[in-house]
């Protein structure tokens, strides 16, 4: 009884502390957003929308901004790399070996991927709140000295915490541990994920609100939709099998020594100077989805934005910095679904492209994450849609993931790494 209230204290503080930790993250990232283009600065917790902030600003802030972003990114992670201890995962960190996250190093690390997204790096920021509340539950749990197997539990518990506050997304925090961290589905798992997810998302309410993260207009539901997800499905699991493999060989050969603060700068210099054109490019994604679910953005932006979200994403990867993967799929899925839509409405017209961009979001985003059942649970959270809408979601969904893993069995092997001595 004794060893029960003790492990249900661990996880109700693992739930706090992977809140408060979510919640300063994110203020930390609005109020550096708002400083870094000068907008919206006495409201520094408000969702006031970023992407409206760095379009008023000017093109001269722009640039200077993203100099800045490489100027941290790449000093800080070269000095991280280069006198810290090394990284430990979440994914290795809850694996059999569970080895400790080192505190100085992953609080560095994290810190780092929310100043870079504050200041324009299109990589996402879920991963920071993930390793602090991973970090935090495995504090905790070496204080109260839990056997290995739920110390390696609580650790994924508090990552999914973490992405609980910061996204205000409490089931889908507790799915993402279970199909993601542990990859099985046990009673005492689950009520740990869920305790400590909802636990997060409401610390995360004081400093956050409660609201969803895109606001959505009534999308009519059709049988033309509803085939556009099956016949279309299958589609964005092929391009999602592509991204895949795209960002993954820019993490292969991810910048380290000299040449990562040298090619961080030129990488986000060089953003700001697209992003003089097309501010729809700064951050981590949100901005672009937003558009798409609105149907505000036409045919051919969509696909100029497309095209240089992936380059840049990748271009990101592979200049060194660090940072998730989660939204700049989301928005990819959403704009590659407007092309898609696009084509659709030649033949059968009166669907909204938001329609098509609800739908590719969540496709692309469960075949990129590899995570289909969290996929739907986050699309329903972030954006509340109506409960009859999930049929088009979770039919396009089942046709990517199994486009994708059907791909994955014919790809080419792996390059070889050299082990360096």
Known sequence: ??????????VILTGIGAGLGGMLLALLLHMIQH??????????????????????????????????????????????????????SIKQAVGDKAPLMPVKTTLAHALLQIITVALGSPLGRE???????????????????????THRLLVACGAGAGLAAVYNVPLGGAVFVLEVLVGSFTWPAALMAL???????????LGLGAEAQYVLPKLPLSASLIAFALICGPLFGIAAHGFVRLTGHARQHAA???QLPVLALLNF????????????????????AQLGFDSELGIGLAALLLVVKLLITSSTLRAGAEGGL?????????????LLGGLWSLAWPGIPLGAFALIGAAAFLASSMSMPITAIVLIAEFTRIDHDFLVPIILAVVGSVCASRLCGKFKSPPPRIPLTP
């Open 269 to 288: 210099t060089l953003i700001g100077c697209v992003a003089i054109y097309l501010p729809q490019i700064l951050s981590n994604g949100k901005g672009p």
């Open 1 to 10: 009884m004794r060893a029960q209230l003790k492990l249900a204290l661990v």
């Open 256 to 258: 380290r020594g000299w």
């Open 195 to 205: 305790a400590t997810s909802a636990i997060g998302a409401s610390i995360g309410w």
């Open 326 to 338: 989660l939204t700049p799929g989301l928005a990819i899925g959403a704009l590659l679904a407007i």
């Open 127 to 149: 991963v920071a709140p993930r390793e602090v509340g991973a970090l935090v539950a495995s504090t905790l749990s070496q204080w109260a000295r839990l056997p290995v197997a």
């Open 35 to 88: 400083l870094a283009y000068g907008y919206g600065q006495d409201a520094l917790s408000s969702h006031e929308s970023f992407l409206l902030g760095v379009s008023s600003a000017s093109v001269q802030r722009r640039v200077a901004v993203m100099a800045l972003c490489g100027v941290i990114g790449g000093l800080g992670w070269w000095a991280v790399y280069r006198w810290g201890r090394p990284l430990v």
